[in-house]
C-alpha cells in the first residue's frame, strides 16, 4: 500500500500513542475534580496547556480547546460575530477556504451578512490591492487560510494582518491546520487560528482554536466546567497531554522534515510535468506537503480508482468535500473547469519513503497510458 493523502490524516506516531496510554492508564479522574486526582489530573493539564502555548508562542489562556478543526472554525466564526454583530456585517474570505469554514459563512450570508471574495492571483497568492479595496469601515471579519488543503498554497498571513491594523473593528482569522507542523507559523499578527493535531502525527477527536485575548466569543457549547469559558465540556486530559507531545515533535523536526519532503516533491513533480496532458496546480508559492496536478481530459475520480487498483492512493480534493464535483481551489485559480474536474491533491509527509515514491512514479505511469491512450 503507498498512502499520498497525508493532508487529509498522518498515522498517530508511536510515541504520541504511548503519551497517550501512559496519560490514560494513569490519571483517571476528572481534571475538573477538585480532590486530590483531579488536581493531579488538572495539574498535568496544565503544564500541557502551558508547552503547547510555549511552543505556539502564544499565552495558555488563548488556547481552547475543541473536538477538532471544524469545530474551531465554526467557533471562530460563529462565535466572533455573534459577539460583535453590532460592528458590521461584511466579511472577507477566499475560494480557497475548507468547507468548514464555508459551510458556517454560508449560513451567516442567508442571515444578512455580505461574504465578498477576494481575487487570487496566478500565482495562488491573495490579491492584496484587491483585498485594500474591499475592506470597509463595516468590515467584521478577513477569514484567509494560513495553507489551503487542496493546493498547498502559503498565504503572506503576516501582511495581510498589518494590513488590517488599520482597521479597528475587523478581526482576522486564520484556518492553519495545513500550516502547523509543516511549516514556521507566526501567530503574532492574527486574532483567531485553528490547529488540528491529526494533521502534525497527533490524535483525532481534538482541536485547538487560539482565541487571543483582546477577542471575545459567544460559546457554541455551554454547560459545564471546562479549561475555558469560551468551550464547556470535560476536558479529555489524554489528548491535551499526546498533542502538546506530536507538537514538540513535530516542530522538532520541522526544518529536517521539510527539507526531506521538499526533495520528495521536487522529483515528483520533474517526472510528471514529462507528461503532455499533466498541468501543475500547485505555484510555486505551495509548500512541498501537497501537490496538486490535472490530468487533461481525465476525470480525477477516474484517474484515483486506477491508482487504488494498485494500492495507491491519492485525493481528488479534501476529504470534506462533495465528490464529483470541479475542485473550487483549483477553478478560482486556474478559471478552468476542465483543469478543475481532472485534479488530483498527491500530499506527502516525512514518512513517505522513496522506495513508495519509485512506486508510485511506476505506476502512475500505467495509469497514465491506459487512460489517456483509451481517451485516444
Known sequence: MIYLDYAASIPTSKEVLDVFYETTMKYSSNPNSSHKLGRQAKQLLDDSTEKIAKLLK???????????ASESNNLAIKGLLSRYKNRGKHIITTTFEHT????????????????????????????LDHLKELLRADTILVSIPYVDSEIGIEQPINEIGNILKEYPNCFFFTDSTQAVGKIDVDTSNVDLMTISPRKFCGLSGIGILIKKENVQLTPLITGGKSTTIYRSGTPDLALVVSTAKALEISLEKLEVNFLYVQNINKRVREELIKYPNIHIN????????????????IKSTEFAEELEKYEIYVSTKTACCPTNTISRS?????????????SLRISFSHITTTDEIDMFLKYFKICYEKLVNTKI
Request: proline share 3%; hydrophobic share 40%; glycine share 6%.
Open 58 to 68: 502564544v499565552k495558555a489562556s488563548e488556547i481552547i480547546y475543541t473536538s477538532g
Open 100 to 127: 468548514s469554514v464555508m459551510g458556517p459563512l454560508n449560513v451567516l450570508s442567508e442571515d444578512g451578512y455580505e461574504v465578498e471574495m477576494v481575487n487570487i492571483l496566478k500565482n495562488g497568492l491573495v490579491d
Open 282 to 297: 500547485s505555484t510555486d508559492n505551495a509548500i512541498p506537503y501537497t501537490l496538486n496536478i490535472s490530468i487533461k481530459d
Open 330 to 342: 483549483v477553478y478560482a485559480l486556474t478559471c478552468n473547469k476542465k483543469l478543475a474536474l481532472s
